[in-house]
């Protein structure tokens, strides 16, 4: 079976944010990338590109072919926030996902086809985007990155395409090359003049004579031409938050066990939190049930390393929030809002045991593997009476000492 990859890009999406703060700008021709003379667009509504707007343009040629445009200098940290909320909407639903740039997204649904359909699900996240944001957002969906991305541009705007299985070369035919990614307009000037108008054409000519025209840039457009790109989903990861999740072999609604993995997730971030002299003041609690529906739930925290205090807002999450008697298929664990900072500067309040705690388990883990003591801990401590875990956790660091030590001289 074929890989299955989604691509999403947000429509004009600099513009569509304006347009959140602004409703007047809907409808009209609205160009952003500064006022002065000298800068660039950055992003175009489609009423502007009907008069010839693009991306990259000087605003000077802009304001010649758009004299009636509207020109916005752009608020960058709104653009990166509503990038953000997207992110979080798209990573709770995901399996596996790229954040490509700060407005488009590959995500590998490969192996999703026969679970409910990679078009209907990716339909539903389209329209989650669109309702909790108000952003007009369009995606492709094909068989690899370079399919989808044109699959994309073809439902463009705020629309959905998904090209057939089977069906690739037939949509790539017809197209102009220009529409090939990374195709700049040089090579299709250079690719004109060989007589060279669509994929089709193209294809027409060996590996060998394209690369004996244009190098390795050759080599690339006959394998697009084709329909062929090997290029993989990589994985995105929020500097800002640290997370951990688990899929069970077997969907389960034991509370108790759910509760024991939670904490041992949530421990172990806590681990690296503190590895990483980090703080977080927001936890979240992720929950896919068996029929695959995946909910989110978060929240705010006086920012904190300590696992204490970390564990108990998770299994609050959890207690809050779980469906009693659901299967549940995956769990997870996410601190964000991280910042710099160490579980040190709270050493004047009351936790300051836990803080010595801590210390000790950290150093243990560093020197004796972290692995072997995190189920240890986890898988003796009472969930039901995590509220006492403090104690526990010293009868834990006893027991852990002790078994160091005696680890330690066998050696
Ligand atoms: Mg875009």
Redo the contacts with the bound molecule.
């Keep these: 079976m074929g890989r299955a990859i989604l691509h999403l890009?947000?429509?004009s999406?600099f513009v569509s944010v304006e347009r959140l703060f602004d409703k007047s700008l809907i409808g009209k021709p609205v160009i952003v990338g500064g006022t002065s003379n000298r800068g660039v667009v950055s992003s175009c509504s489609y009423e502007a590109r009907q008069f010839g707007v693009h991306s990259a343009m000087p605003i000077v040629k802009a304001k010649r072919l758009c004299p009636n445009g509207i020109f916005v200098s752009g608020r960058m940290s709104d653009y990166g926030k509503y990038s953000g909320i997207v992110t979080d909407i798209i990573e709770a639903r995901s399996p596996m996902f790229e954040k490509a740039s700060i407005?488009?997204f590959y995500i590998d649904l490969t192996g999703m086809d026969k679970f409910f359909g990679a078009y209907k699900w990716s339909s539903e996240l389209r329209q989650a985007i669109i309702k909790e944001t108000g952003l007009p957002i369009s995606w492709g969906l094909s068989v690899n990155k370079m399919l989808a991305k044109m699959a994309t541009n073809e439902a463009k705007p705020n629309g959905q395409y998904m090209i057939e299985p089977g069906k690739e070369q037939d949509f790539l035919d017809s197209k102009h090359v220009s529409k090939i990614p990374m195709c700049g307009e040089k090579t299709v000037e250079f690719l004109a003049t060989k007589g060279i108008q669509t994929i089709y054409d193209l294809r027409q000519f060996s590996v060998e004579a394209l690369h004996g025209w244009l190098g390795k840039q050759g080599s690339f457009l006959w394998k697009r031409s084709h329909g062929i790109d090997t290029g993989e989903v990589h994985p995105y990861h929020d500097p800002k938050s640290m997370s951990s999740e688990r899929t069970f072999g077997t969907d389960t609604n034991d509370l108790e066990w759910l509760k024991k993995v939670l904490m041992s997730l949530a421990e172990k971030l806590a681990f690296d939190l503190r590895g990483e002299s980090k703080l977080a003041s927001c936890v979240a609690l992720k929950l896919r049930y068996s029929d695959f529906s995946t909910h989110t739930k978060q929240m705010a925290i006086p920012a904190t390393s300590n696992s204490k205090i970390l564990i108990e807002k998770t299994l609050h999450l959890m207690d809050e929030f779980y469906e009693r008697g659901r299967k549940v298929r995956l769990v997870g664990v996410k601190f964000t809002n991280l910042a710099e900072g160490n579980y040190q500067i709270n050493m004047f309040d009351d936790r300051d045991k836990d803080i010595l705690l801590y210390k000790a388990i950290d150093e243990m883990k560093n020197k004796h593997g972290e692995g072997k003591v995190i189920l240890a801990q986890n898988l003796n401590i009472n969930v039901r009476e995590h509220h006492d875990s403090r104690a526990a956790l010293h009868k834990e660091v006893k027991r852990e000492e002790g078994k160091a030590k005696k680890a330690g001289k066998k050696e």
Aim: net charge negative; proline share 0%.
């Design positions: 890009d947000l429509d999406f407005d488009e």
